[in-house]
T-cell receptor, first 114, second 108 residues
Framework: GAGVSQSPSNKVTEKGKDVELRCDPI?????LYWYRQSLGQGLEFLIY????????KSGLPSDRFSAERTGGSVSTLTIQRTQQEDSAVYLC????????????FGPGTRLTVT | GIQVEQSPPDLILQEGANSTLRCNFS?????LQWFHQNPWGQLINLFY???GTKQNGRLSATTVATERYSLLYISSSQTTDSGVYFC??????????FGAGTRLFVKA
């Protein structure tokens, strides 16, 4: 079946603009995760959604970052008033919500803020 | 919060050699996964292994949850094994913390 998809694959934006990144999880996966990976670094947890529960936003770096998940499927990560330090690859993953929660990753969106 | 440490940070192998990568974590975890990030940036699932031992071809992994570590074994390494290997642990709820990774380069 189809894996996790993300769009756009690349995004170049000017400092101060808002951007929206999209994630389509694997069908039937009720948990969805967003991560950020800066160049040459590990993955930084941003937020996760699990079913209809309130999302865990504890990893969002500032109030310029927000995310929503509509209809329990597609998710959008929004960065307002982008800064150069927001430049990174943004990765999305999904999993089931049972005891075995194996995460599957999308290809990522490379964001460059000029 | 929980700390996840991977070692070694960098590893260079001659093709055909074996290696062991280690992941230590500072608190009990619900789940643990190993991933390979290929040179194109895609994260590939290797093992979902909160405890016990699993094998998949030339790769195997062991997690000793009571001692808070996991090991990834690569045997008969190939150039296609190059990339970064990440250990990721799930703490309370679904929050997942990644280690800094082991960067592996396999020489032909």
């Amino acid at each position: 079946g189809a894996g996790v998809s993300q769009s756009p694959s690349n995004k170049v934006t000017e400092k101060g603009k808002d951007v929206e990144l999209r994630c389509d999880p694997i069908s039937g996966h009720t948990a969805l995760y967003w991560y950020r990976q800066s160049l040459g670094q590990g993955l930084e947890f941003l937020i996760y959604f699990q079913g209809n529960s309130a999302p865990d936003k504890s990893g969002l770096p500032s109030d310029r970052f927000s995310a929503e998940r509509t209809g329990g499927s597609v998710s959008t990560l929004t960065i307002q008033r982008t800064q150069q330090e927001d430049s990174a690859v943004y990765l999305c993953a999904s999993s089931t919500s049972g005891t075995v929660r194996e995460q599957y990753f999308g290809p990522g969106t490379r964001l460059t803020v000029t | 919060g929980i700390q996840v440490e991977q070692s070694p940070p960098d590893l260079i192998l001659q093709e055909g050699a074996n290696s062991t990568l280690r992941c230590n974590f500072s608190d009990s975890v619900n789940n643990l996964q190993w991933f390979h990030q290929n040179p194109w940036g895609q994260l590939i699932n290797l093992f979902y292994i909160p405890s016990g031992t699993k094998q998949n071809g030339r790769l195997s992994a062991t997690t000793v949850a009571t001692e808070r570590y996991s090991l990834l074994y690569i045997s008969s390494s190939q150039t296609t094994d190059s990339g970064v290997y990440f250990c990721a642990v799930e703490t309370g709820g679904f929050k997942t913390i990644f280690g800094a990774g082991t960067r592996l380069f396999v020489k032909a």
